[in-house]
């Protein structure tokens, strides 16, 4: 099984409607403490210089993420170890934790956060204004070296709550200090920069494509964003999202790493089954898809999660998916709940008015606006809102029929030339908080590799990542399957942007650099109806 490191940064509820997630806004460096422009002692260039395939931008200045609303307005605070812990119980339960909790008392973890905030204090100034402690930090008795921040999206409470979570397996763990300070300094990141905001995401998310595929020195954030690769990268992802993005498994809707949203709508529409039905077929599906998610953990690469087969491998998956699709075929002939409807399900999504949570015969009533709402949040996708028109078609008919038509969609876009699919690639905000963590170590006068190697520790072979990385190759991007997910590529990222922060100045000073700023806009929604809904995934099936 594929393994994954690092958490999710986790909202209490996810308000899909409360702002936009659209592209926009300057992305601009602002000045870090001591970051200077220009060349870096005896090199005779700027730092970030070997940068291939992007404009020259001085790497030395951290990212100017124009935070408008205060951190003492942002930021919720409690008076009490005790009234933290409470808060806590609600938050982790809500998000789908139900494991015990407790204040931190050991001393190397305290000590650890610390460390990592004394380093946020001096890198980034502006974002920890007024901020003089580290957030409190809760054990929650789960396994896995992990950790969390979150931001509690209700009507009356609309902050983040100042709380970093640890699960108990990290606190004992054996890894070196400057490892599991990279872990902490990656989520607090998070916390602290605000990257998972619409608006702040919007800022730091850029595009752009590396000729050759092998990029050297570093892009990321120091890129301008590329007009032609972000709708091509961005419906790729979406796709990805939705369907999984390996078009190979047909109208089968699988990923390597955690469930798409279809896999998820498989095992509700699973709960819908008729009694009496015909077991052997559903048997025969559920068999299907199971021998299909092994087959993806065989075939596809520890390194970069991209799915390299043979041309035997593509015969035989191809057998495997006319066997099964026709299988859930005859397991669901009776059931004739729409796409919209089965989400609904699926998400638990609640539309409140007024506080008020509005009834399923009310949202799934086209007339009103509680529909419109739900509807528009719901079904983004053209691809689903056509197919779901059809309705003398059985569920799971719709369901193949959007899987198939975006997974061939997904292989045209894959097969572009203008665009080479491996040579494009996405900047965003688990980028950026591995950004943040390389900075933060070095600050703190750590290891700044401590990140990239707890990356490679956490993958399936990290010899065979080791050997590609230390014998001068540039690891395989992965094709947008996100890479902040332990692949080699985001170890090799990070030891990059490691390397290259040797030329800069060192951080001495928390003086604020000054620069220009976008506005944004903090003004609370003045919508009468907000839809609430939960994680799609538990937590820690969501971990990355």
Not at 163 to 177: C, E, Y
Not at 317 to 333: F, G, I, K, M, V
Not at 347 to 367: K, M
Not at 430 to 444: F, P, S
Request: aromatic letters at 6%; glycine letters at 6%.
């Amino acid at each position: 099984m594929l393994r994954r490191s690092f958490a999710l940064l986790v909202p209490l509820f996810s308000i899909a409607v409360a702002c936009s997630d659209s592209s926009g806004g300057g992305r601009r460096t602002g000045g870090a403490p001591d970051a200077e422009p220009g060349a870096a002692p005896g090199t005779g260039a700027a730092p970030g210089d070997s940068a291939t395939g992007a404009s020259r931008k001085n790497i030395c200045a951290t990212l100017d993420y124009g935070h408008e609303r205060s951190n003492a307005d942002y930021y919720l605070q409690f008076a009490d170890d005790a009234a933290a812990l409470k808060y806590s119980e609600g938050f982790l339960a809500s998000s789908g934790i139900t494991s015990s909790a407790e204040i931190a008392t050991d001393a190397r973890l305290i000590r650890l956060v610390g460390r990592v905030f004394d380093g946020f204090k001096k890198v980034f100034p502006r974002e920890t204004a007024g901020m003089d402690a580290p957030p409190r930090v809760i054990v929650v008795q789960e396994s896995g070296l992990n950790a969390f921040a979150g931001y509690d999206e209700r009507r009356e409470v609309d902050k983040a709550p100042w709380l970093f979570w640890v699960h108990q397996a990290t606190v004992t763990s054996s890894r070196p200090d400057a490892e599991l300070e990279g872990l902490y300094a990656h989520e607090l990141a998070h916390l602290i920069l605000r990257n998972l905001l619409p608006e702040t995401r919007a800022k730091i998310r850029t595009h752009y494509r590396v000729p050759g595929r092998a990029e050297r020195g570093v892009i990321g954030a120091f890129a301008d964003d590329d007009p032609a690769v972000r709708p091509h990268a961005d419906e790729l992802r979406t796709i990805g999202a939705l369907v999984g993005r390996e078009y190979a498994f047909g109208s089968m809707p699988l990923s390597a790493y955690e469930d798409s949203e279809y896999q998820s709508l498989l095992a509700t529409l699973a709960k819908n089954r008729p009694a009496g039905g015909d077991t052997r077929t559903c048997q025969t599906a559920d068999a299907g898809l199971a021998r299909a998610r092994e087959f993806y953990k065989a075939a596809v690469s520890v390194h970069d999660l991209t799915l390299d087969l043979t041309p035997q491998q593509t015969a035989d998956l191809a057998t495997l998916e006319r066997a099964t699709t026709a299988a859930l075929r005859s397991c669901y002939a009776s059931v004739k709940k729409s796409i919209f409807e089965l989400k609904l399900e699926d998400r638990s999504v609640q539309v409140l008015v007024n506080g008020t949570p509005a009834s399923l015969q009310t949202i799934l009533d086209p007339t009103t606006e509680e529909h419109k709402l739900a509807y528009g949040a719901l079904m983004a996708n053209a691809v689903e809102r056509d197919v779901d028109t059809k309705v003398e078609e059985t569920t799971i008919e719709r369901i193949l029929e959007v899987v198939a038509t975006l997974h061939g969609r997904a292989a045209m876009l894959t097969a572009s030339t203008a665009l080479p699919i491996d040579e494009l690639r996405v900047f965003d905000l688990e980028e950026d908080a591995d950004d943040a963590a390389v900075r933060i170590l070095r600050a703190i006068g750590d290891d700044s590799l401590g990140a990239a190697h707890l990356f490679v520790s956490q993958m399936p072979d990290p010899a065979a990542c080791l050997r590609e990385v230390n014998g001068g190759e540039v690891p395989r991007y992965g094709r947008f399957i996100d890479a902040h997910n332990a692949t080699c590529w985001r170890a090799f990222h990070a030891m990059d942007l490691a390397r290259e922060l040797e030329r800069c100045p060192a951080v001495s000073s928390p003086a604020i650099a000054s620069s220009a700023r976008a506005a944004l806009s903090t003004a609370p929604s003045s919508r009468p109806m907000r839809l609430v809904q939960r994680p799609i995934l538990p937590l820690r099936r969501a971990i990355r």
